[in-house]
């Protein structure tokens, strides 16, 4: 089993890092890719033997349109799947590395935003920063609550019990303890003993 790149004492358990090792990059606020650049080695290795499979490759492919549709295999996500070898390769990245470029980068972007277009004029190197970005700007990224987020939310939580104060109604216990300055436990107490004005409202 290979060794975690930061602590070769200790065994690789996810994107060649130990448990604890991948878990803090997980957790770090200012990751903006996680795990393994591409090496791009599966890629040239492909463009060494590309007269045995370039006629299928190219048969696979309706250039009738603007965008070249891959009409192969595909991916949860809508990008053409290609194999080599045993090997699993992106369509687009490897039309962009037959087309002279990097095999290394860190994504192939797509200016039409068509997954299983493989027409090299609308295909180009980036980095997977600007790839957010770029998603960003035209609003196709789809960005999911952190696991757990709803729990953190007072105002909607599950197990709210709405309180009613003197000084009006509240959401949740503990923000009317925030708003009276005590602690949660307080509150609490307050609304179930029926004192100072305090009730559970339901």
């Known amino acids: 089993m290979p060794a975690c790149k930061n602590h070769p004492k200790k065994k690789a358990a996810a994107k060649g890092l130990c448990s604890a090792c991948y878990m803090r990059q997980r957790r770090a606020e200012s990751a903006t890719y996680i795990g393994r650049a591409p090496t791009g080695e599966n890629y040239r290795f492909a463009l060494s033997c590309a007269d045995e499979w370039i006629?299928?490759?190219?048969?696979?492919?309706?250039?009738?349109?603007?965008?070249?549709?891959?009409?192969?295999?595909?991916?949860?996500?809508?990008?053409?799947?290609?194999?080599?070898?045993?090997?699993?390769?992106?369509?687009?990245?490897?039309?962009?590395?037959?087309?002279?470029?990097?095999?290394?980068?860190?994504?192939?972007?797509?200016?039409?935003?068509?997954?299983?277009?493989?027409?090299?004029?609308?295909?180009?190197?980036?980095?997977?920063?600007?790839n957010m970005a770029d998603m960003d700007r035209k609003g196709r990224r789809k960005i999911t609550p952190k696991v757990g987020a709803h729990l953190r939310d007072r105002n909607n939580h599950p197990k709210a019990r709405a309180v009613v104060t003197p000084e009006g109604e509240f959401a949740?216990?503990?923000?009317?303890?925030?708003?009276?300055?005590?602690?949660?436990?307080?509150?609490?107490?307050?609304?179930?003993?029926?004192?100072?004005?305090?009730?559970?409202?339901?």
Not at 108 to 126: E, F, K, Q, R, Y
Not at 177 to 200: K, L, N, P, V
């Open 55 to 130: 006629e299928r490759f190219d048969a696979m492919v309706d250039t009738s349109g603007d965008c070249h549709i891959w009409r192969g295999a595909k991916n949860k996500q809508g990008y053409g799947v290609f194999f080599v070898a045993g090997k699993t390769l992106l369509a687009h990245r490897l039309q962009q590395a037959l087309s002279g470029g990097n095999p290394s980068a860190d994504v192939v972007m797509h200016s039409c935003d068509n997954p299983a277009c493989v027409n090299v004029d609308h295909l180009s190197d980036g980095m997977h920063k600007a």
């Open 172 to 202: 949740s216990a503990s923000l009317a303890a925030e708003y009276f300055g005590i602690s949660a436990r307080m509150a609490q107490r307050r609304a179930t003993d029926c004192r100072d004005g305090w009730r559970w409202l339901d």
